[in-house]
């Protein structure tokens, strides 16, 4: 019969049980009494319960019964416990001054019989090692002992969390047979309540306590060794938590603590510069310190710089068939790759990206018309340009000037241009200089209806 009541923390319970270990038997004048002299023969009572025992030795009906307590007797109504007329014993409420052995006598005119059993009260497993409360750091593994002795057996222990977690199909604890429980790394949200159960048999003593887990210094925002951008605000941030609030701060190496150029403003484990410059590129540390301890983080930290056009991309305009070069070239920190796209997607296979960014075909297809884009990357970000190149075919009316110097040579080409409208009625669209340091222009032929006429073949125009 289990029988469990309601206990305090680190006090063992007792609980009491009848044990009738066995019953003896004892014959005087060669009278035998069978084993079952006392009935019951077994039996379990809490504290408190009511027990009775029945004489059942034979013999004469009239002869009288009369019990002893302890060879202290014979027990009379007086005592609080009952003898009834047929010789049964009762216990109203057994108590711990219950103990001992019970002797019934029958006796007769020839002989006493006596038949006796021994009252035990079983003490619960009783703790010998209680588990104390345990403070523990995150990571840590923590120990809970607890150990319970009893007089005839070995309790087993066992153990279970506030929340039910069942501790043995959990990794991180461990229950050793001498009762010990182990949790490793210990985290966070293993705090909380742990019992530990003694079992024997039906029987079982609890007792609790507490782990609790404190939180280890940590950074909560560890800095990372991103690029700052030239010229721009950035900030370096760093954040660590703990079981007290831990003080932040960074520190350059090379450099003394808490001293910054102007341009550099520390509040609470961020770093801002007002306008980045090269000479902050270096290793910050950034270190946290509470009661617990201090720790830091070592970054690296470089300056990119954004990549900008030393050669922009330029509108060009080829004639058919004629080789094409469209330049561009950026600066940055690290040095940016150029690649380009037409129309937002690769470039046909003739054409080809130099090393220093042009881009080249040897020979320009009516296709080729379209809108690239050179797009200059590093890890500062993207800068693009968009150009149109137009291929120019037969349709359009080409005037072309070949000079050493360019820029009069357009002028010239430009009023050659307005006498040929003039006198063709030509529009023209705007004069520009070829790779060749030749102008030239294009237009269609307009009529005098003002309906566009194609004009066969291309015009070159040549100004001396
Ligand atoms: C004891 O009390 C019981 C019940 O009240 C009664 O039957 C019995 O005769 C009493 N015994 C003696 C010896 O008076
Ligand atoms: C003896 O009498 C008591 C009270 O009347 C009763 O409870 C008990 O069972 C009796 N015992 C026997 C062996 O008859
Ligand atoms: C129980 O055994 C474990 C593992 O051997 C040990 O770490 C622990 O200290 C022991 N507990 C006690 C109370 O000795
Ligand atoms: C630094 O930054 C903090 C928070 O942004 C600001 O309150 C403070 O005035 C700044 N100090 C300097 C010297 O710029
Ligand atoms: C950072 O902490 C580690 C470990 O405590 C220590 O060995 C190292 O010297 C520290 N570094 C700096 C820059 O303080
Ligand atoms: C890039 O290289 C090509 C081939 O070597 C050359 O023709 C071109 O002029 C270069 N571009 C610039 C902008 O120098």
């Not at 059942?56 to 007329?85: A, C, Q, Y």
């Not at 009252?119 to 009783?126: G, R, S």
């Not at 605000?233 to 003080?247: E, F, H, M, N, S």
């Not at 808490?258 to 770093?271: F, K, M, Q, R, S």
Request: hydrophobic content about 35%; charged content about 20%; proline content about 6%.
């Amino acid at each position: 019969m289990a029988m469990i009541m309601s206990v305090e923390l680190g006090i063992p319970r007792l609980l009491l049980y009848v044990l009738l270990a066995y019953i003896g038997m004892v014959t005087m004048a060669a009278q035998v009494t069978p084993e079952d002299s006392i009935s019951p023969v077994d039996r379990m009572v809490n504290k408190n319960d009511e027990v009775s025992f029945d004489c059942m030795i034979p013999g004469d009906p009239t002869s009288v019964v009369s019990w002893f307590h302890n060879n202290k007797g014979p027990i009379s109504n007086r005592s609080g416990l009952t003898i009834f007329e047929n010789g049964t014993l009762y216990i109203p409420e057994v108590k711990r001054k219950h103990e001992g052995e019970y002797r019934c006598y029958r006796d007769s005119l020839y002989a006493h019989t006596y038949a006796y059993i021994n009252l035990y009260i079983e003490l619960l497993p009783e703790f010998t090692i209680l588990p104390v409360n345990v403070v523990a750091e995150e990571g840590d593994t923590a120990y809970l002992h607890c150990q319970a002795d009893n007089s005839q057996s070995n309790p087993t222990i066992g153990w279970v969390r506030q929340d039910l977690i069942d501790v043995t199909n959990n990794l991180r604890y461990k229950v050793f047979n001498n009762g010990t429980l182990r949790i490793s790394h210990v985290l966070l949200m293993d705090s909380g309540e742990l019992t530990c159960i003694a079992r024997h048999g039906p029987q079982h003593s609890v007792a609790k306590a507490y782990l609790i887990v404190e939180e280890r210094l940590k950074f909560s925002f560890k800095p990372v060794p991103k690029p700052l951008k030239l010229g721009e605000i950035d900030t370096l941030v760093c954040k660590a938590r703990g079981k007290t609030v831990p003080i932040v701060w960074w520190q350059k190496q090379g450099f003394p603590a808490g001293v910054w150029p102007d341009h550099i403003n520390e509040t609470d484990g961020t770093l801002t510069f007002s306008r980045v410059q090269k000479t902050d590129a270096g290793k910050y540390t950034c270190y946290a310190q509470n009661t617990q301890g201090l720790i830091n983080e070592t970054v690296d930290i470089q300056v990119v710089d954004y990549p900008t056009f030393t050669f922009e991309p330029i509108d060009t305009r080829v004639i058919l068939g004629q080789p094409v070069m469209m330049h561009c070239q950026a600066d940055g920190k690290p040095t940016p790759h150029i690649s380009w796209v037409v129309e937002g997607k690769s470039l046909p296979p003739h054409f080809e990206v130099f090393q220093n960014g042009t881009l080249y075909t040897s020979e320009a297809q009516v296709t080729d018309e379209g809108q690239y884009t050179c797009i200059a990357g590093n890890s500062a970000g993207l800068n693009s340009r968009e150009v149109t190149l137009s291929v120019l075919s037969g349709d359009d009316v080409i005037l072309s000037a070949s000079s050493a110097s360019p820029s009069p040579l357009c002028g010239q080409l430009e009023d050659r241009i307005k006498e040929l409208e003039s006198l063709n009625s030509r529009l023209m669209d705007r004069v520009f200089l070829l790779e060749n340091a030749e102008c030239m222009c294009t237009g269609k032929q307009r009529g005098r209806t003002g309906r566009s006429r194609r004009h066969r073949g291309r015009r070159s125009v040549k100004l001396v």
